[in-house]
């Protein structure tokens, strides 16, 4: 394909990301992570360059993906001193598939424009498989005519388009995935009650599940996450620390529309629970360590880290 792509974060998504657009015979030109030997090893896998600057990835590239954990990071890469994205951008279309706050995906499109470039927020509800082949669930935020350009390269990672969705401006497709995650998290957290209960009450749990399934408490959190929550085997597609993240991204959505949200508020309470006694990097399914009988962080048996069979998962 003619367009030049580049990638800044290539943790599990970014690298699958690139890896899937490789395949799909784009041509990826470079590389960039904080970690050099997370770069270092895909370039050499995928045939590009490890680049050594965010500006020498927007010099090799037409369209740059970034990947990254939070707001600090999205600022630092869009930086208007020093090493930055923004240097020689002009023409450029970056596209941000980082779970972050509205405010910041409308400040990097503000940034872009002034910089003669566009931007666009691709927000994922999907995990690190359906990176690999292509099958993300993406929402776009940005403006209309960007994301046009671009939209034959966003149908090879979304199901040939079937998962693709513009929602709107800067800023709104973050909003929903805000809401998407909020939503999901508390519906995790509703199940492990479920399940803690169950098993207190000496349920089978194979059978609960199979009747939750059957019922109105059927949920894909359910098939994500209900055997991994039932064998503690909390090995991490979407960790505690993101949910914990998200959950508060979309509460103070919340407290900003002077909304009480005590559902949201419970489960962000939850998450932020994990990461201070130290189960934060543990998949979301641990949050089941909060809930049953006998686990937590002052148990005698830990939960599992082996690794789960990625096909569970959403």
């Given at each position: ?14 690298a ?122 993406l ?26 969705r513009?929602?709107?401006p ?63 085997d ?39 629970k ?14 089941a ?5 006998g ?20």
């Amino acid at each position: 394909m003619s367009q030049r792509i580049g990638f800044v974060g290539v943790g599990r998504m970014g690298a699958n990301m690139a890896r899937r657009l490789k395949d799909c015979r784009f041509t990826v030109t470079a590389v960039y992570d904080v970690r050099p030997e997370a770069a270092t090893a895909l370039a050499k896998e995928l045939g590009c360059e490890a680049a050594a600057s965010l500006a020498r990835v927007t010099e090799l590239s037409d369209v740059v993906i970034t990947v990254v954990t939070d707001d600090k990071a999205m600022r630092s890469i869009f930086a208007t001193k020093g090493d930055s994205l923004l240097v020689g951008a002009k023409g450029r279309t970056f596209i941000n598939c980082a779970t972050i706050t509205p405010v910041v995906h409308v400040e990097v499109d503000a940034l872009a424009r002034k910089a003669g470039a566009s931007s666009l927020e691709a927000c994922m509800a999907s995990s690190i498989t359906q990176a690999r082949n292509g099958t993300l669930y993406l929402m776009l935020g940005g403006r209309k005519n960007a994301y046009l350009a671009v939209e034959p390269l966003l149908k090879k990672l979304t199901d040939e388009g079937k998962l693709l969705r513009f929602i709107g401006p800067a800023g709104t497709a973050a909003q929903v995935k805000a809401l998407v995650n909020m939503v999901m998290n508390i519906n995790t957290a509703g199940l492990a009650e479920g399940l803690a209960l169950g098993d207190a009450l000496g349920l089978d749990l194979a059978m609960l599940r199979e009747v939750f399934s059957q019922t109105g408490a059927n949920s894909n959190v359910l098939r994500s996450d209900g055997e991994d929550m039932q064998n503690r085997d909390h090995s991490c597609f979407f960790s505690a620390a993101h949910a914990a993240k998200d959950s508060g991204i979309a509460y103070s959505l919340a407290k900003a529309q002077k909304l009480t949200l005590p559902l949201a508020k419970t489960a962000l309470s939850q998450y932020k629970k994990m990461v201070a006694v130290g189960l934060g990097e543990l998949d979301k399914s641990g949050i089941a360590e909060l809930t049953f009988k006998g686990r937590g962080p002052g148990s005698k048996s830990g939960s599992k880290s082996g690794k789960k069979a990625p096909a569970k998962k959403k």
